[in-house]
């Protein structure tokens, strides 16, 4: 009899156990659904980052890198009638005189696989066009970014300009192409690499045309406007849209004698340009200055710059205290 009471008590024991442990979960569980997590797209990488520009005394670090200093800089230069060229010289000062020194290649791409395959190399390319072969340096310790084009503080700074002549423009497929290019949908597609130049775009309305265009000029601009023209072309099948990478001087003199409906230029354009072509901005831009990633220089001033592009023949150690 005893031993059947102790049999019951311990049963009775454990269900009262199994009750507790039954509402202590219950009372763990929240039962209010956590809110969903807002649908707010995340805002496009910037391909520039900007690190805080190091202090002076760190600016050429030659004490603390295996980096010889005491080697000829190999300097590169982008061809006459490059946009960036131009806007490079201008910004620098180095103007006409760049040295014969200098290797002249006649892409973005020529000019950073130059950059990637010497570590004592030096030139420029469009802040849109870095990628992670070479380095960008700061210029009066600012370093390239989308905050430093927009803002001005970013000393080689400049405008992607889109140029037509008013006959071109007379096409309505060239003028609904142009309000594509400056629309929001045409600013957002651009924005994750390069500073859009419209401040208040406007939606874009697909008005369903057919026909072709033919765009030439700047090899900074034209990945920009690969982009853009995919996307246009897939908001009209009936359109089509070559773009073909020329430089700023040959798309210029082909949109203003009628070979291209547009013209892309890397640069403002000139007084003699301005007689034929009326243009508009698509994109704000700066003239990155880089180096080869084994180099640990972070930072030159603009004078500094001018002298090794004009001498030609300088050490980096002429530049690098």
């Not at 809110?35 to 496009?44: D, I, N, Y």
């Not at 190091?54 to 050429?60: L, V």
């Not at 071109?168 to 629309?183: E, K, R």
Request: hydrophobic share 45%; with cysteine.
């Amino acid at each position: 009899m005893k031993k059947r009471v102790s049999i019951i008590l311990v049963c009775a024991f454990a269900i009262i156990m199994l009750a507790a442990c039954a509402d202590e979960g219950t009372t763990v569980a929240d039962p209010t659904p956590a809110p969903a997590a807002e649908a707010t797209p995340a805002p496009a990488a910037d391909p520039t980052p900007t690190p805080e520009a190091p202090p002076a005394e760190e600016t050429n670090p030659s004490d603390e890198s295996d980096f010889d200093f005491d080697r000829p800089i190999a300097v590169f230069t982008r061809e006459d009638g490059s946009g960036t060229r131009d806007a490079f010289v201008d910004a620098t000062g180095v103007g006409d005189d760049m040295s014969v020194e200098a290797g002249v290649l006649t892409s973005t791409g020529a000019i950073r696989t130059a950059v990637a395959e010497n570590e004592l190399a030096i030139s420029y390319v469009s802040v849109g066009s870095l990628n992670d072969e070479v380095r960008a340096i700061a210029i009066d310790g600012v370093y390239p970014s989308h905050d430093t084009v927009r803002d001005g503080s970013f000393p080689l700074s400049r405008r992607f300009l889109l140029a037509f002549t008013e006959e071109s423009f007379a096409d309505p497929l060239v003028q609904d192409f142009l309000d594509f290019v400056l629309s929001v949908e045409g600013q957002e597609l651009l924005a994750g690499s390069w500073t859009p130049a419209v401040a208040n775009p406007v939606a874009f309305t697909p008005s369903d045309l057919s026909g072709s265009l033919t765009i030439s000029g700047s090899t900074s601009v034209a990945p920009a406007m690969d982009l853009l023209a995919e996307a246009y072309m897939a908001l009209n099948e009936n359109v089509q849209i070559d773009v073909m990478s020329t430089g700023t001087g040959t798309g210029l003199e082909q949109a203003a004698t009628g070979v291209a409906d547009i013209g892309m230029a890397s640069r403002e354009l000139r007084e003699g340009e301005l007689e034929n072509l009326d243009y508009i901005a698509m994109l704000l831009d700066g003239v990155a200055v880089i180096v080869n990633v084994e180099n640990p220089l972070q930072g030159l001033t603009m004078d500094q710059v001018r002298e090794i592009f004009v001498t030609g023949t300088l050490r980096w150690s002429d530049v690098v205290s």
